[in-house]
C-alpha cells in the first residue's frame, strides 16, 4: 500500500528567510509525485510535480521542490517567504495506477 | 483560467438527511474524483471517475453514499442518511492526465449537526 508521511505539523518561519516543507512516500515503482497549497475554506492548488529527469523542480509563485528517489522523500522550498505564503502544504503522489494519495499536511506560517 | 465548478459551498444538514453535492470539471477532462478531507488530514479519495465509468470506488462507503457521472461530464455524490461522522470538506477535482496533476474545486463543507 502507499503512503505519504510529512513529519512536520507545523514550520515558522521569518518573512524573507528560506522555507522548507518536507515529504516522504512509500510506493512501489516510479510515481508521479506533487505538491498542492490549500488556503483556509478553498480547494488544493496545484504547485509543481515531478515525474523524472532533473531532481530540482520550479513551480509556481517562487516555489521549488527537490526530489530524492533514493530517499523517497521531496522537500519544497523558496529562498524568501513572504506573509502570503501562509497556508496549508501537501504533498501527493500518484503511482501508475492513477490516483493520488496525500499526506496530512503542513501548516506554513510566515510572520512578518 | 479554468475552473472545477463546484456546489453548495456550504451545507448544514440534520442526521439522517439526504445530501447531495454537485461538480462541473474542466471541459476535456476525462477523469474526475471525489475526495474527503476532514479537519486536520489530507484528502481521501472516495471514488474516481473515467468519462462516465467508475474506476475506483474502494473506499466510497456504499451503503450510504452513491455517486454518477451519466453523461460522462459533471457528477453528483450524495449521502442518504447523513452521519455525524460525515462532517466533512468534499473535494471534487478533475485532470486530464495523471500526469498533469488535479484541478480542484474549491469544495463543499459539510456539517452534520
Known amino acids: 500500500a502507499q503512503s505519504v508521511a510529512q513529519p512536520e505539523d507545523q514550520v515558522n518561519v521569518a518573512e524573507g528567510n528560506p522555507l522548507t516543507v518536507k515529504c516522504t512516500y512509500s510506493?512501489?515503482?516510479?510515481?508521479?509525485l506533487f505538491w498542492y497549497v490549500q488556503y483556509p475554506n478553498r480547494g488544493l492548488q496545484f504547485l509543481l510535480k515531478?515525474?523524472?529527469?532533473?531532481?530540482l523542480v520550479k513551480g509556481s509563485y517562487g516555489f521549488e521542490a527537490e526530489f530524492n528517489k533514493s530517499q523517497t522523500s521531496s522537500h519544497l522550498k523558496k529562498p524568501s517567504a513572504l506573509v502570503s505564503d501562509s497556508a496549508l502544504y501537501f504533498c501527493?503522489?500518484?503511482?501508475?495506477?492513477?490516483?493520488?494519495?496525500f499526506g496530512d499536511g503542513t501548516t506554513l506560517t510566515v510572520k512578518p | 483560467e479554468a475552473e472545477v465548478a463546484q456546489s453548495p459551498r456550504y451545507k448544514i444538514t440534520e442526521k439522517s438527511q439526504a445530501v447531495a453535492f454537485w461538480c462541473d470539471p474542466i471541459?476535456?477532462?476525462?477523469?474526475l474524483y471525489w475526495y474527503r478531507q476532514i479537519l486536520g488530514q489530507g484528502p481521501e479519495l472516495l471514488v474516481q471517475f473515467q468519462d462516465e465509468s467508475v474506476v475506483d470506488d474502494s473506499q466510497l462507503p456504499k451503503d450510504r453514499f452513491s455517486a454518477e457521472r451519466l453523461k460522462g461530464v459533471d457528477s453528483t455524490l450524495k449521502i442518504q442518511p447523513a452521519e455525524l461522522g460525515d462532517s466533512a470538506m468534499y473535494l471534487c477535482?478533475?485532470?486530464?492526465?495523471?500526469?498533469?496533476?488535479?484541478?480542484f474545486g474549491s469544495g463543499t463543507r459539510l456539517t452534520v449537526v
Open positions: 515531478y515525474i523524472t529527469g532533473d531532481n
Open positions: 477535482a478533475s485532470s486530464l492526465s495523471k500526469a498533469d496533476g488535479y484541478t
Open positions: 501527493a503522489v500518484n503511482p501508475n495506477a492513477g490516483k493520488s494519495t
Open positions: 510506493v512501489s515503482g516510479n510515481p508521479y
Open positions: 471541459s476535456g477532462h476525462a477523469t
